[in-house]
């Protein structure tokens, strides 16, 4: 067969928000058509009006617009195949209803919902096929002068696919191998509706990549039991050469126990299974986001597309995009749904945030302090960002549970960060670290260290540390723990030196003799 051009397509259905194993999806094709210098088409699938849901389309394009991850052709983007959008091409499906029509390969059926369910009671297992189908009412039993009648007169009806029973059809996939299905398992799917005057899925979807030239189909596992009758449809247009390969992914699931993932897992153990925050227009549901929660694109693109393929040997976990396009392998994506990690999410988070200037904390920052009602300079929070990033912070699970983990969220640095921007107002005499560190001559102690600070001229690391170690060497003094608690007010924080100096001559005394006056 002639090499063909790559084009691949993500063409997602606008029924609510983007799920995150579609973003896999979209990614894998995305790296899929980067890395053989090919066309990425986004489609939207909107032939079903019952499940259309408002402001879901937007939502899609802005979740790919913050993940980089970009498209060449479709809704939005342009190109010379559209439109893009389903809804916009019924005159183009009708054409290729009545083609199938034309050749016996389709037909038309009139069986009422009544009818269908009077079947269904009187036959275990009814499926419309080739061995029920001359019992219902269609272009199959009724004559052609009976079926025009019927639609002259407004009736409505659907058209089916005519499977041929008894045939192994072959789905060639990329990552599963020959899948071989027996078509008489296959019932006559519905094509079309005369209803809405648009095609179902199947048809749509198949007539489209047709005629966009698709050259591979890469798209989650649910949507394997559809190939088969999919190969059927190509060889019924007699494209047959020119069909896309398949490559079906695997599951995302549970992050403990067995199955798919679910929003409710993510509910539960506190992780958003979407890229960006999502209110629902009809319940008002608010459903988190990744983005909200702070992550940092580059962290979810590498998470991932770890998360059922790896670059083996050839690469660490760390993976731009463009480590991705060159690595990425659609032969080698796992068969086996992988389990969504999502503390490893946290951890590439952390990573990504690590490998930024401590400038580029700062919008974010500059939100968190707001919601504590403090404001700050942009240097002062670099500053408090350069000093405490690599710290590990206590946080609590949505079961309440206390765990530790390094800052992977710019809002991890508070309320850890609290005592740079305002002085501890109580000191809980309680507390493990006070209680140990402040005795009964420390704050004669501590007042000998203000009148030794106030003699440093130089308030940096540098001017205090020569001023002030020699004075601890000389006093024969262990100054450091009850200083912290005159400074921060518990037994964390920064080097002492580095806190000093941020804070300022003044605000170092007068805490220290704020502390003094509290604690005696
Ligand atoms: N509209 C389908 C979806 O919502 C597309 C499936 C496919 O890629 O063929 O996922």
């Known amino acids: 067969m002639q090499e063909r051009k790559v084009r691949v397509r993500f063409a997602p259905s606008p029924t609510g928000p983007l799920h995150i194993g579609g973003v ?23 032939t079903d009006s019952t499940r259309f849901v408002p402001g879901a389309e937007d939502y899609i394009i802005e979740s ?14 342009g190109g010379n195949h559209g439109p893009y959008r389903q809804s916009e091409r ?152 020119t069909m896309p390969r398949f490559a079906h992914l695997s599951l995302l699931l549970k992050p403990v126990g067995n199955g798919k993932l679910s929003k409710r897992d993510g509910d539960k153990l506190g992780f958003p299974v979407f890229p960006l925050e999502w209110h629902d227009p009809k319940s008002g549901e608010v459903s988190s986001g990744y983005r909200e929660q702070g992550y940092l694109p580059q962290a979810v693109v590498n998470f991932l597309a770890l998360l059922g393929w790896n670059p083996g040997e050839a690469h ?14 659609l032969s080698k994506c796992s068969k086996n749904g992988a389990k969504f990690d999502y503390v490893k999410a946290q951890w590439f988070n952390h990573q990504y945030l690590l490998q930024q200037t401590d400038e580029a904390w700062v919008p974010a920052f500059t939100d968190v302090l707001a919601q504590y009602g403090i404001a700050s300079t942009p240097e002062r929070m670099a500053e408090v960002v350069r000093m405490m990033k690599q710290k590990v912070i206590e946080y609590q699970t949505p079961q309440g549970e206390t765990k530790k983990r390094n800052v992977s969220f710019v809002s991890d640095l508070m309320p850890l960060c609290r005592f740079f921007f305002e002085a501890p107002a109580d000191f809980n005499r309680e507390d493990k670290f006070i209680k140990k560190n402040w005795k009964e001559s420390t704050a004669a102690e501590m007042a000998q260290f203000i009148d030794v600070l106030q003699t440093v001229t130089d308030f940096t690391v540098e001017g205090l540390k020569a001023v002030v170690d020699p004075w601890v060497e000389q006093a024969g003094l262990r ?25 300022g001559k003044d605000e170092t005394i007068r805490r220290m003799q704020y502390a003094i006056s509290k604690l005696g």
């Not at 054409?95 to 009187?122: C, H, M, S, W």
């Not at 100054?479 to 804070?503: H, K, Q, S, T």
């Open 24 to 46: 896999r999806t979209a990614l894998y094709n995305y790296l899929f058509a980067k890395q053989h210098g090919g066309d990425f088409i986004f489609r939207i699938e909107d």
């Open 64 to 77: 790919f617009r913050w993940l980089g991850i970009t498209f060449d052709e479709g809704v939005s983007f």
């Open 90 to 241: 019924r005159d183009i499906y009708k054409q290729y209803v009545k083609q199938l029509l034309d050749a016996g390969k389709a037909y038309i059926a009139f069986d009422t919902p009544e009818e269908l369910n009077a079947k269904r009671e009187e036959i275990d297992n009814f499926q419309y096929d080739a061995t029920t189908r001359l019992q219902m009412r269609n272009s199959l039993t009724l004559s052609s002068e009976e079926v025009e009648a019927l639609i002259q007169s407004g009736h409505q009806y659907v058209v089916r696919f005519k499977i041929e029973p008894g045939r192994d059809v072959v789905v060639d996939d990329i990552i599963r191998g020959r899948v071989v299905i027996n078509s008489s398992i296959l019932d006559d799917k519905v094509l079309y509706k005369s209803a809405d005057e648009l095609p179902t899925y199947h048809l749509a979807n198949i007539v489209d990549d047709h005629l966009m030239e698709v050259s591979h189909v890469i798209r989650g596992e649910e949507w394997l039991p559809s190939a088969p009758l999919h190969v059927l449809l190509y060889e019924a247009f007699g494209w047959a050469d």
């Open 316 to 329: 660490d976990e760390m993976m731009s995009l463009d480590d991705l396009v060159k690595y990425f392998d």
């Open 479 to 503: 100054p450091w723990n009850p200083w912290r608690i005159c400074l921060v007010g518990a037994g964390l924080g920064p080097d002492m030196y580095e806190l000093a100096a941020f804070l």
